[in-house]
């Protein structure tokens, strides 16, 4: 096999991923080969309903010759869902094909030993249902790496990292400790280094405005502050903590590669503020490389072709090289 293939799976069927993943295919000049595992009949559909028109290559599941796979068609592992309509409404009703293409997807991966996984995405009030927060954690239980992840939103001139992910705002203080600090960073440090054969400067923001409260033992004082006290005397570029209305201006900025914040939309708001679609999420931790484009399913788009393909085509060329 010349190149590993790139195993994608499309997620909620009733989302703007496939829409996404034609205009990304459309011009393509991936090394990798692409295998989708999604719903060929509301492929087909939507690919119509959209005009586009792209041959498709039908890929057994239990295929184990990859070598002649390439991109001049779609190369599909088709899992069947009924539909009425290509451009439905989200419900419950595909639960249950989103958890096949999965458990298909995951089971190439590591009877393959595959390195290379891109997921569309779910709706975490129908699919997840609250049994995990994301599919950062969803997929971390599925490998058995619970708790020894972390969700790091890249782009090449900044990324973010939000040590809690998918949770109320009112639960976010009892989910932070020294340890998540640590493992984060650990992490971050790791695939910086693998990747790109360096130490990213690193700055952690504090939880509370301005990195101050008017009580005692505050979560700066008790885990934040420690935890970077503990991190700086291992050689490691972490800077901290600032207060997240502050560390997003540009004076601060450029002396930055990632920043970590304590809970999501501190660190993700003005991420897509700066940088919009151009960037992709990435799971370190996982016993491969998971992105996700940094977009959710979008009903409200769906079938009006006008949705921007800039996320998955920074996923795909991120694992092609």
Same mark, same amino acid.
């Given at each position: 096999? +010349?190149?590993?293939?790139?195993? &994608?799976?499309?997620?909620?069927?009733?989302?703007?991923?496939?829409?996404?993943?034609?205009? +990304?295919?459309?011009?393509?000049?991936?090394?990798?080969?692409?295998? &989708?595992?999604?719903?060929? $009949?509301?492929? %087909?559909? %939507?690919?119509?309903? !959209?005009?586009?028109?792209?041959? /498709?290559?039908?890929?057994?599941?239990?295929?184990?010759?990859?070598?002649? !796979?390439?991109?001049?068609?779609?190369? !599909?592992?088709?899992?069947? *869902?009924?539909?009425?309509?290509?451009?439905?409404? /989200?419900?419950?009703?595909?639960?249950? *094909?989103?958890?096949?293409?999965?458990?298909?997807?995951? =089971?190439?991966?590591?009877?393959?030993?595959?390195?290379?996984?891109?997921?569309?995405?779910?709706?975490?009030?129908?699919?997840?249902?609250?049994?995990?927060?994301? /599919?950062?954690?969803?997929? @971390?239980?599925?490998?058995?790496?619970?708790?020894?992840?972390?969700?790091?939103?890249?782009? =090449?001139?900044?990324?973010?990292?939000? &040590?809690?992910?998918?949770?109320?705002?009112?639960?976010?203080?009892?989910?932070?400790?020294?340890?998540?600090? *640590?493992?984060?960073?650990?992490?971050?440090?790791?695939?910086?280094?693998?990747?790109?054969?360096?130490?990213?400067?690193?700055?952690?923001?504090?939880?509370?405005?301005?990195?101050? +409260?008017?009580? $005692?033992?505050?979560?700066?004082?008790?885990?934040?502050?420690? @935890?970077?006290?503990? !991190?700086?005397?291992?050689?490691?570029?972490?800077?901290?903590?600032?207060?997240?209305?502050?560390?997003?201006?540009?004076?601060?900025?450029?002396?930055?590669?990632? /920043?970590?914040?304590?809970?999501?939309?501190?660190?993700?708001?003005?991420?897509? @503020?700066?940088?919009?679609?151009? @960037? &992709?999420?990435?799971?370190?931790?996982?016993?491969?490389?998971?992105?996700?484009?940094?977009?959710?399913?979008?009903?409200?788009?769906?079938?009006?072709?006008?949705?921007?393909?800039?996320?998955?085509?920074?996923?795909?060329?991120?694992?092609?090289?």
């Amino acid at each position: 096999m +010349s190149k590993e293939p790139i195993i &994608i799976v499309s997620g909620e069927p009733n989302s703007v991923f496939l829409e996404i993943f034609f205009k +990304s295919i459309k011009n393509n000049s991936y090394k990798s080969p692409l295998i &989708i595992i999604t719903s060929k $009949k509301l492929l %087909q559909e %939507q690919m119509k309903e !959209l005009d586009f028109s792209i041959k /498709i290559n039908d890929i057994d599941k239990k295929v184990k010759d990859f070598s002649k !796979l390439n991109n001049k068609k779609i190369n !599909l592992i088709n899992v069947n *869902y009924n539909f009425k309509n290509c451009f439905e409404k /989200i419900t419950s009703k595909s639960n249950k *094909y989103i958890e096949k293409t999965f458990t298909i997807a995951l =089971k190439l991966m590591m009877q393959n030993n595959f390195s290379k996984f891109i997921n569309g995405p779910i709706s975490k009030k129908y699919f997840l249902k609250g049994k995990t927060p994301g /599919i950062t954690e969803y997929l @971390a239980k599925k490998t058995n790496k619970k708790n020894k992840v972390a969700m790091l939103i890249f782009n =090449k001139n900044l990324s973010v990292s939000p &040590i809690t992910t998918h949770l109320a705002l009112k639960n976010v203080h009892k989910n932070i400790s020294k340890q998540k600090i *640590y493992n984060q960073v650990n992490l971050i440090n790791n695939f910086y280094k693998k990747k790109f054969n360096r130490l990213p400067r690193i700055a952690i923001t504090g939880l509370n405005p301005h990195c101050e +409260s008017n009580f $005692k033992d505050s979560e700066e004082v008790k885990m934040i502050i420690p @935890a970077i006290n503990k !991190l700086r005397l291992k050689n490691t570029k972490v800077n901290g903590p600032f207060p997240a209305d502050t560390i997003f201006t540009k004076s601060l900025l450029k002396n930055y590669d990632v /920043i970590i914040g304590m809970y999501h939309d501190q660190v993700l708001s003005p991420m897509k @503020a700066l940088f919009g679609f151009d @960037a &992709i999420n990435i799971t370190l931790g996982l016993p491969f490389t998971r992105i996700s484009p940094d977009h959710g399913p979008n009903y409200s788009m769906l079938g009006k072709n006008l949705s921007d393909p800039k996320s998955l085509i920074q996923a795909l060329k991120f694992l092609d090289k």
